[in-house]
């Protein structure tokens, strides 16, 4: 008996995993990528980049509470409507706020001209 023989395949039946299945495991349950990197000179701290990969399907991600790329405008076509939507309604609201101040304002008495100050 040889050692491949005693230890089930993980994979498949012929030894070999494919990139579909690993890509399909990987997908299905998540993986998380974390680190840090620190510049520092004479124990000063210069820089510090935090690194956190995750992934994962789409599925997997909403379940953990990942949704980001939702409300992202240039990800969603829905979440640009809602901010254009937005952006209109605030402009508005404005506008309406200046026509309100611009009615309420004393109208200015204008300089007579020269033929009404002679007349």
Known sequence: ??????????????GSANLADILERVLDKGI??????????????????KLRLIV???????????????????LSSRASRDQLTRENAELR????????GREHEPARAREPTEEEAQG
């Open 93 to 100: 609201a404005h506008v309406a706020e200046l026509e309100r």
């Open 32 to 49: 998380v990528i974390a680190g840090d990197i620190r510049i520092n000179l004479l124990d000063i701290e210069l820089l510090t980049i």
């Open 56 to 74: 994962a399907s789409v599925d997997k991600a909403k379940e953990m509470g990942i949704d980001w790329w939702e409300s992202d405008p240039e």
């Open 1 to 14: 008996m040889t050692t491949a023989q005693r230890f089930p395949d993980p994979y498949g039946h012929d």
